[in-house]
């Protein structure tokens, strides 16, 4: 399906209104082929302040390499080698991995050097990061990277009916956007699956020629045209139009990849190669040329404001700095208040992102060894910072995968005594309407003197309430659940410190509040060893985990697959008595589940019931009779039925009411030699019992009657 739009074009000749720019340009790494060579797109400046990027050749299978380098240039570090070639370029994810793209396959890659193949399949083209912490990238549909697993998702199919799409980037608002051909061979601008949908018109455009970008007012731009003319575009999408900024002359250089960079301005790689300008209104401008790897090679700028570019120089390929001059600033600022603070003061954290939208607009994630700088950032804003422990910290903010600003505080001992602060939540899931016992426990670094004070307790940044320490340091807060809805929710302690003592907060906890009260299941076998064709009592009790109701509803009993029974409460309770009969002997786990009711969540237990195969004794005596003052010998055997292996633990014997002896089962049999002397003389019923071991269930030989003479 079509849409029709409004389309505009506004010829743009550059008449020096832009600010007249030249470039220097210095080789920042050469790749000499055993550390890598023939890089195809630049690296990326993580969160540790380093550049990291990867090689097609090179390294122990020369299929290229992972590298580490730093933001000066020193410190090359070759981390790992591929088995593959990697394609193109990396982006930096909010887990600390780096993610990229075989021509077939997407591969995360640690700070280390691992690398990981997370799919094999799919053949893939530029991957970014999404606002929403996870990445995408193309093929013939739109994949998903879940970071939390790995997993690689077949996100949206066939995007709006098109047979190929290829150069995915997305919008602020998290819709993602791409190139794609049609059935009639158009080339047509794509969202999502289809709900925004923009062909170009025929033949002024008639084929892609550079992966979109988002710029700085948040609309895509690119270029695209014809063999004979093509175009600099910004398409809006809200009102899905379509505007020709600037048409390239035949003697002017085409980039077919641009990076936004702090000064609002697009900047990308012509043939031949030389470094292109262009501003969002589509002024055209040639900064000089460039070593790098040509029209197709993107640019990333760096914290310095400097670009990057990978690709040309020497045999091997080479990554290239080009300064510009007038400069551009970093597109990524930090700024602390103070940079130098004593435990217990704070200082504020300022940011702003200049450009940096790129492939992903205003994805921005903070990194520190400060649990107060994390998650997911906008593109400008201040904290307040309060770091407790002595020592140094960094502070990180990386945008689009690529690019990221960096700053550092140094925090100073006070005098006081450092603590620790641990919260625990009982009861844990609770139910709404019922109070919870939040507690946390301050302990000092060193010292027996016990912190005082308060604690604070909060849900994120809401606060729940505070409690004063007690004289072990502890600080119990009741808060009560009216009023709020089921779900999970974050529960924090933060100890405000004291004259002698230095504040601390605890690491986060959850508590789950529900709607139901939650039960709990205990479920016993009498007896837990059964042997095969005799019966087991199997008895289950719901109980709630809060006040004194009594369950009711229906428990199942199960055993893998096998439904044994399933049981209607009475009193909390239900029981059934099952028999054994035909099942192999074995362990069994057997389960109780708790169907819930009204007003008690469901729950389960299990325990474990051991059939035990049936087994015979047999008693044997000699010599009988026997004269008084002789030795007699008592033979058990102890045998398996239905099973050849032989039973193994111990017989009892005994000759009328006393017991004489006991022996241990080997081969069969269990044998115990007595002497008569003691033993009056008369007639007397011998037996053997056999205890059973964990597999075989016990049994009696036969009464055997001995005359002693």
Same mark, same amino acid.
């Given at each position: 399906?079509?849409?029709?739009?409004?389309? %505009?074009?506004?010829?743009?000749?550059?008449?020096?209104?832009?600010?007249?720019?030249?470039?220097?340009?210095?080789?920042?790494?050469?790749?000499?082929?055993? !550390?890598?060579? $023939?890089?195809?797109?630049?690296?990326?400046?993580?969160?540790? *302040?380093?550049?990291?990027?990867?090689?097609?050749?090179?390294? @122990?299978?020369?299929?290229?390499?992972?590298?580490?380098?730093?933001?000066?240039?020193?410190?090359?570090?070759?981390?790992?080698?591929?088995?593959?070639?990697?394609?193109? #370029?990396?982006?930096?994810?909010?887990?600390?991995?780096?993610?990229?793209?075989?021509?077939?396959?997407? =591969?995360?890659?640690?700070?280390?050097?691992?690398?990981?193949?997370?799919?094999?399949?799919?053949?893939?083209?530029?991957?970014?990061?999404?606002?929403?912490?996870?990445?995408?990238?193309?093929?013939?549909?739109?994949?998903?990277?879940?970071?939390?697993?790995?997993?690689?998702?077949? =996100?949206?199919?066939?995007? *709006?009916?098109?047979?190929?799409?290829?150069?995915?980037?997305?919008?602020?608002?998290?819709?993602?956007?791409?190139?794609?051909?049609? #059935?009639? $061979?158009?080339?047509?601008?794509?969202?999502?699956?289809?709900?925004?949908?923009?062909?170009?018109?025929?033949?002024? =455009?008639?084929?892609?020629?550079?992966?979109?970008? /988002?710029?700085?007012?948040?609309?895509?731009?690119?270029?695209?045209?014809?063999?004979?003319?093509?175009?600099?575009?910004?398409?809006?999408?809200?009102?899905?139009?379509?505007?020709?900024?600037?048409?390239?002359?035949?003697?002017?250089?085409?980039?077919?990849?641009?990076?936004?960079?702090?000064?609002?301005?697009?900047?990308?790689?012509?043939?031949?190669?030389?470094?292109?300008?262009?501003?969002?209104?589509?002024?055209?401008?040639?900064?000089?040329?460039?070593?790098?790897?040509?029209?197709?090679?993107?640019?990333?700028?760096?914290?310095?404001?400097?670009?990057?570019?990978?690709?040309?120089?020497?045999?091997?390929?080479?990554?290239?700095?080009?300064?510009?001059?007038?400069?551009?600033?970093?597109?990524?600022?930090?700024?602390?208040?103070?940079?130098?603070?004593?435990?217990?003061?704070?200082?504020?954290?300022?940011?702003?992102?200049?450009?940096?939208?790129?492939?992903?607009?205003?994805?921005?994630?903070?990194?520190?060894?400060?649990?107060?700088?994390?998650?997911?950032?906008?593109?400008?804003?201040?904290?307040?910072?309060?770091?407790?422990?002595? *020592?140094?910290?960094? =502070? +990180?903010?990386?945008?689009?995968?690529? %690019?990221?600003?960096?700053?550092?505080?140094?925090?100073?001992?006070?005098?006081?005594?450092?603590?620790?602060?641990?919260?625990?939540?009982?009861?844990?899931? /609770?139910?709404?309407?019922?109070?919870?016992?939040?507690?946390?426990?301050?302990?000092?670094?060193?010292?027996?003197?016990?912190?005082? &004070?308060?604690?604070?307790?909060?849900?994120?940044?809401?606060?729940?309430?505070?409690?004063?320490?007690?004289?072990?340091?502890?600080?119990?807060?009741?808060?009560?659940?009216?009023?709020?809805?089921? &779900?999970?929710?974050?529960?924090?302690?933060?100890?405000?410190?004291?004259?002698?003592?230095?504040?601390?907060?605890?690491?986060?906890?959850?508590?789950?509040?529900?709607?139901?009260?939650?039960?709990?299941?205990?479920?016993?076998?009498?007896?837990?060893?059964?042997?095969? *064709?005799?019966?087991?009592?199997?008895?289950?009790?719901?109980?709630?985990?809060?006040?004194?109701?009594?369950?009711?509803?229906?428990?199942?009993?199960?055993?893998?697959?096998?439904?044994?029974?399933?049981?209607?409460?009475?009193?909390?309770?239900?029981?059934?008595?099952?028999?054994?009969?035909?099942?192999?002997?074995?362990?069994?786990?057997?389960?109780?589940?708790?169907?819930?009711?009204?007003?008690?969540?469901?729950?389960?237990? %299990?325990?474990?019931? @051991? /059939?035990?195969?049936? #087994? #015979?004794?047999?008693?044997?005596?000699?010599?009988?009779?026997?004269?008084?003052?002789? %030795?007699?010998?008592?033979?058990?055997?102890?045998?398996?039925?239905?099973?050849?292996?032989?039973?193994?633990?111990?017989?009892?014997?005994?000759?009328?009411?006393?017991?004489?002896?006991?022996?241990?089962?080997?081969?069969?049999?269990?044998?115990?030699?007595?002497?008569?002397?003691?033993?009056?003389? $008369?007639?007397?019923?011998? @037996? +053997?019992?056999?205890?059973? !071991?964990? !597999?075989?269930?016990?049994?009696?030989?036969?009464?055997?009657?001995?005359?002693?003479?």
């Amino acid at each position: 399906m079509r849409r029709s739009f409004q389309y %505009t074009v506004i010829l743009a000749i550059f008449c020096g209104s832009a600010i007249a720019q030249t470039a220097t340009v210095t080789t920042f790494y050469q790749f000499n082929g055993t !550390d890598g060579g $023939g890089p195809q797109g630049p690296p990326v400046e993580a969160a540790d *302040g380093n550049i990291y990027g990867v090689t097609t050749e090179g390294g @122990t299978n020369n299929a290229g390499v992972a590298y580490r380098i730093s933001l000066s240039g020193d410190g090359y570090t070759a981390l790992g080698s591929f088995t593959t070639s990697p394609q193109n #370029t990396i982006v930096a994810a909010r887990d600390g991995n780096f993610y990229g793209y075989f021509q077939t396959g997407v =591969y995360r890659v640690t700070p280390q050097g691992v690398v990981t193949n997370l799919d094999s399949q799919v053949i893939t083209q530029n991957i970014i990061p999404g606002v929403d912490g996870n990445l995408y990238f193309v093929s013939s549909d739109i994949y998903q990277i879940v970071l939390a697993t790995g997993a690689v998702n077949d =996100y949206i199919a066939d995007p *709006g009916g098109a047979l190929s799409i290829e150069n995915i980037v997305e919008t602020s608002d998290g819709s993602l956007w791409s190139y794609g051909n049609t #059935t009639d $061979g158009d080339s047509c601008i794509i969202q999502d699956g289809g709900g925004g949908f923009y062909c170009f018109p025929s033949p002024e =455009y008639g084929e892609e020629f550079a992966a979109m970008i /988002v710029g700085p007012d948040g609309q895509l731009y690119g270029t695209a045209g014809d063999s004979a003319t093509v175009y600099f575009f910004k398409y809006n999408t809200s009102t899905e139009v379509l505007t020709t900024l600037h048409t390239f002359a035949t003697d002017e250089q085409v980039p077919t990849s641009y990076l936004l960079a702090s000064d609002g301005n697009f900047y990308g790689i012509g043939n031949e190669p030389i470094l292109i300008r262009m501003t969002p209104s589509g002024e055209y401008s040639e900064l000089g040329s460039v070593p790098v790897g040509g029209s197709e090679v993107p640019l990333v700028q760096l914290s310095d404001g400097s670009l990057l570019g990978a690709g040309g120089g020497g045999d091997y390929g080479g990554l290239s700095k080009i300064v510009l001059d007038p400069p551009l600033s970093p597109p990524i600022l930090l700024s602390l208040g103070s940079t130098s603070l004593i435990q217990g003061n704070n200082t504020t954290l300022s940011w702003s992102v200049s450009g940096m939208y790129g492939g992903s607009a205003g994805y921005c994630f903070a990194t520190s060894n400060d649990p107060e700088w994390s998650g997911t950032k906008p593109l400008s804003g201040q904290i307040t910072l309060t770091p407790t422990a002595v *020592g140094g910290y960094q =502070y +990180a903010l990386t945008c689009g995968g690529t %690019t990221s600003g960096l700053t550092s505080l140094t925090v100073t001992s006070n005098g006081k005594v450092n603590t620790s602060t641990s919260v625990q939540v009982s009861p844990n899931p /609770v139910t709404i309407g019922s109070n919870a016992a939040l507690t946390a426990t301050v302990t000092p670094s060193s010292g027996t003197t016990m912190p005082g &004070g308060t604690v604070t307790f909060l849900s994120g940044s809401t606060t729940i309430g505070s409690a004063a320490l007690n004289s072990s340091g502890t600080a119990t807060l009741s808060a009560n659940t009216i009023g709020l809805a089921p &779900g999970t929710y974050t529960v924090t302690a933060k100890y405000n410190g004291s004259s002698g003592f230095n504040p601390s907060t605890s690491a986060t906890t959850q508590i789950t509040v529900t709607s139901k009260i939650v039960s709990s299941v205990t479920l016993t076998a009498t007896p837990a060893g059964v042997v095969e *064709g005799n019966k087991v009592t199997l008895n289950a009790t719901v109980s709630p985990t809060q006040g004194n109701g009594v369950p009711t509803g229906t428990v199942k009993l199960s055993t893998g697959s096998q439904i044994i029974a399933a049981l209607t409460l009475s009193s909390g309770s239900a029981s059934v008595t099952a028999s054994t009969a035909g099942i192999t002997p074995g362990s069994y786990t057997v389960t109780a589940a708790y169907s819930g009711s009204a007003g008690y969540q469901p729950s389960s237990t %299990t325990t474990t019931v @051991t /059939v035990e195969w049936p #087994t #015979t004794t047999t008693l044997s005596v000699q010599p009988n009779p026997v004269v008084q003052g002789g %030795t007699l010998t008592l033979v058990a055997t102890v045998a398996r039925t239905g099973n050849s292996n032989e039973p193994t633990g111990t017989v009892q014997f005994k000759v009328g009411s006393n017991v004489v002896g006991s022996a241990s089962v080997a081969g069969g049999t269990a044998s115990l030699s007595i002497p008569t002397g003691a033993i009056s003389q $008369g007639t007397y019923g011998v @037996t +053997a019992a056999y205890s059973g !071991d964990a !597999d075989d269930g016990a049994s009696n030989s036969a009464l055997v009657d001995v005359k002693i003479d």
